[in-house]
């Protein structure tokens, strides 16, 4: 039950660990080629419709739609990128999601993160009540209250505005768990320490506490973004305004005046793929240990 | 900043802009100021306020031909055709149907819709009476130049809720056919002025039937509504509208529909699409594609498919969907101007945004040339438009338009039509009955009327 | 997601803990002071946007209201009555069940087949993982626009390649019988690279020595897998598995882009139906009912899931 923790240490040895294990092959005889040849066959379906993608959007929609799409006759042309970035719509979604995922991460682990330290040394009345209802939350789908969030939100005359947009996702009653086992298995000595020595609450919790949980904080910002950049129904259903919608929600409701376009269609499903691959590139580790530790819910 | 702004000149490379990156940076700031320095309840961003006043927020649903259209003429307007004032036009397209009309609804609940929105005119009925759109001031209209005379009665009589106007229409778009001049030639079926000869009864739709199969050796008229969500509903409408009797639908139900005029609508509609002179199972695709091969002779289809038969190269005519029972009527739609409810508006921009309507029907010819007819009068009057063709040879369309009958859940892109289209299909493809396939009609509008109505 | 049983056992022995100071009484008051403090903010959104909505829900499924900007009315239990009485809200759960089925066995099984290939300790690692996990980093929009264009039925992908076969091309997204088939392919490529790393992390952390034992004594490659490894991932296949039918019955996104829930609403899952009748249909009230049929069915779900887990344990 506490692999939260035992999982994230263990991420820190050398990152080989994986190569060297002996499961499967060892000198065991189900044959390299076997399994080689399964693994090449997976990510070969796994990847073609990147490739299939890649390929139609850098042909001309002429080619697409008179000889049929075949990969090797048309000319190259990155024609289609160069309309979609005049068009100026996908970058300016790629910033909405880039700042509304940045907001409700930062909003979502600040909040999350008092709130599980809070429960977790606190002894205010009600707090285990409060936990109790907390973790009750998690079961609540936030797909199921859309309808009477629109409602509210239309109450506050907020639709349309990025605050709507972005404070109901700021509710992560799942991290405040996940953070708060985490806060519970951190050895107290220390903060007692600090304590005695008359530090307040706030400084024991950001100068002892907080540092040592740098890696549980760091995976649920990863799963936090990862799902706010990713999020749909929610911000599909209180943005009307393009001007204020996500790559996803943006992609999916605005349309374009010349009809459905293969090729733009492609360039543009890709350059909105393009941040979060490259991130994935760049922090790999990071990214695999988040979902590993948080996806479970810490367990 | 080096992009240049849309306003200095032709020279821009999209008049009708979307998004510069000065709207960009006012935004961020607006986000950034808006949310974090007031606080969760107070900081909403005002997209209305932050994309500045000058620019008009206009929406449609018009993709393809119909989507460049609009865009030529939004480019015109905001150009200052006709020495006019120009605009500057933040346009956004949303996909045809139930996506598009959610949209418009929400935006509107929500307070913040845009300035102007396109709406099927058989669609009102479901935003005039909840407040969902805004009414237009007549008066500030006729300022710029549009009258209610300007418009053909039955359309027009379709704009309004309770007395007040709430749509201004853009066109009429029937549902018509289509021949290939050479096959009707062929089958004696045009006049000596090259027209279509009228019919006057199911027995002669039947026999042109035959005679267009005789002469393309292939099938005679063609009707794709596999699958189709308003098809059958469009052929079945108008047909039922020429036999005089009504087709209501009362709130709370029971609906209004004559079964026996029905019956011999559908049975016309089995009759005339056997299987063998004219194929019954093809879906709209299917007939568009038969059609412009040369593999029919007259397809039932809206005029707005005109510019795709244009280019098949078809000696291609076209006629107001032939009279067959007691009275000529023809299953239309409107694109119409609605004013999206806002809960606060400026009326600075409404002034602007019936300005902006009224010269956009000015610009109604180029709309003429994807097959609609301009529903802003003076514009048939042109020469211009007597030279289309064959756009004019249905014009009087417009005369006998007959709409979708108004309530909140009917019209264009409706769960309505897709319910009617059901049984009639069923009926088409031999599955049921006439008979069963009307009684299934009557049984699903009554589910319909029967639902508590959420505008009233 | 989890049991809620180790919170009390760990609160008890986080209580004594308390008050161990010899200085007076003024640490142990800020402190129970400001326990409190740090968990307001969160109770502020929690309340505002989590407790809010459930009871606005609740109070809405008994009422007509509507999107329409007019009164709203107190209409009892006739929502309720009414979603009974619906044949599309059963055939929309009923939609919702099957995508469940077909989506999360594919995902559990081939999830784990990716991590156990991965595991054996191929060359790359990295390069599998970021074509199994790739996907899942992609929007939902982006997926879809690049399987609908694979499901083109002319152009696409999946077509050109049954052609080239020599076999009918498929409508993979006009056939009633075909189409929720289609998005749950679509789904399980998307999704299983999340389900993959959780495997792969489990069986990271897995003790090797019984395998190797088993190994000396000349066990197969075949055999382990079956006798030892797969029974040691008993634990974490139930939990992937928990959490990915819980996924699959809140399935919405991809539908409602890909198919809008045709065709002929063989694809509408039950939160489509829910935002069909409360927004399009502009009926807030009844969606809401529809809502919490939906939510007493994910509740129990949870809950019998969460049985089943801890007998297990």
Sequence with gaps: ????????????????????????????????????????????????????????????????????????????????????????????????????????????????????????????????????????????????????????????????TYAAVILPQVVAPMMVFILKRFFDAVPRELEEAARIDGASEFRVFRSIVLPLSRPIVAAVAIFVFIG???????????????????????????????????????????????????????????????????????? | MSSRSPAQGPAAPDPVHRLSRRRLLRHTMAAAGGLLAAGPLSGCVSPASASGASSLSVWDLFQGGDGMLMDEMIEAVSKGAGGAEGFEVDRTILDWGPSYYTKLAMSAAGGRASDVAAMHLSRLAGYAPGGLVDPFDLDLLAEFGVTAEDFAPAVWSRTRHEGTVYAIPLDVHPFIVFYDKEAAEKAGLLTTSGELVPMGSPEALLEAGKALAGATGEAGILFGHVTDTAQNWRLFAGLYAQTGAEFALPDGGPPKIDVDAAVRVVTLMTRLFDGKTNPNNLDYNGALAAFTSGRGGMAMLGEWELPTLKKSGLDLGAAPFPQVFEEPAVYTDSHSFVLPHQDDPDPARRREAHRYVAEILKQSLTWASAGHIPAYQPVLAEPGYAALDPQSSYADAAEVAVLDPPNWFAGAGSNFQNRMCQPLQSALLGNTTPEKAVRQMVREADTLLRQPDPVA | MTTTAPLGAEEEAGSPAVAPDGRGTAPRRTRSGNGLVFVLPFLLVFGLFMVWPIVQGLWMSFTDSSLALRDTRFVGFDNYTEAFGDPDVWSSLGNTVFFTVVSSVPLVLIALAMALLVHSGLAGQWAWRLSFFAPYLLPVTVVTMIWTWLYQPELGMANQLLTALGM????????????????????????????????????????????????????????????????????????????????????????????????????????????????????????????YLFFALIVVVSLAQFRLFRRED
């Excluded at chain 3, 928990?242 to 890909?258: G, R, T, W």
């Excluded at chain 3, 409360?278 to 807030?284: D, Q, S």
């Design chain 1, 1 to 160: 039950m506490s692999a939260t923790v035992t999982t994230v240490r263990s991420r820190r040895r050398p990152p080989r660990e994986a190569a060297g294990s002996p499961l499967l092959l060892g000198h065991g005889r189900l044959p390299r080629v076997l399994t080689g040849t399964a693994l090449v066959v997976l990510a070969v379906v796994w990847l073609l419709p990147f490739v299939w993608a890649v390929i139609t959007s850098v042909q001309s929609e002429e080619d697409i739609n008179t000889t049929g799409l075949s990969p090797f006759k048309g000319a190259f042309t990155l024609d289609a990128y160069q309309r979609i970035l005049e068009r100026g719509n996908v970058t300016v979604w790629a910033f909405n999601s880039f700042l509304i995922s940045a907001l409700v991460t930062l909003i979502t682990v600040a909040v999350s993160t008092l709130a599980a330290y809070g429960f977790s040394r606190g002894t205010f009345r009600g707090r285990r009540a409060l936990l109790g209802v907390t973790v009750a939350a998690i079961m609540v789908p936030p797909q199921l209250l859309v309808v009477p969030l629109f409602d509210q939100m239309t109450l506050f005359h907020m639709v349309d």
């Design chain 1, 228 to 299: 706010a950049w990713n999020n749909f129904m929610w911000p599909f259903i209180v943005t009307n305004d393009p001007d204020l919608m996500t790559l996803p929600v943006g992609l999916a409701t605005v349309k374009d005046a010349y009809g459905v376009q293969y090729a733009q269609s492609m360039a543009s499903a890709l350059l909105a793929a393009l941040p979060l691959i490259v991130v994935f590139l760049l922090f790999q580790r990071r990214i695999v240990d988040s979902v590993a530790t948080t996806g479970l819910g810490g367990s």
């Design chain 3, 168 to 291: 009918e091309p498929v409508g993979w997204l006009s056939d009633e019988s075909v189409a929720m088939w289609s998005v749950a392919a679509l789904t399980v490529w998307w999704t299983v690279g999340f389900n993959f790393l959780l495997y792969l992390a489990a069986l990271q952390s897995l003790p090797t020595t019984f395998d190797e034992a088993a190994a000396l004594d000349g066990a197969g490659a075949w055999r382990r897998l079956w006798s030892i490894t797969l029974p040691q991932l008993r634990r974490t296949t139930g939990l992937v598995a928990m959490l990915q039918i819980l996924a699959s019955l809140k399935v919405f996104d991809q539908i409602y882009i890909l198919t809008k829930g045709g065709p002929n609403g063989s694809t509408r899952p039950v939160l489509e139906y829910v935002y069909d009748v409360g927004f399009t249909g502009y009926r807030l009230g009844y969606a809401s009912a529809v809502s």
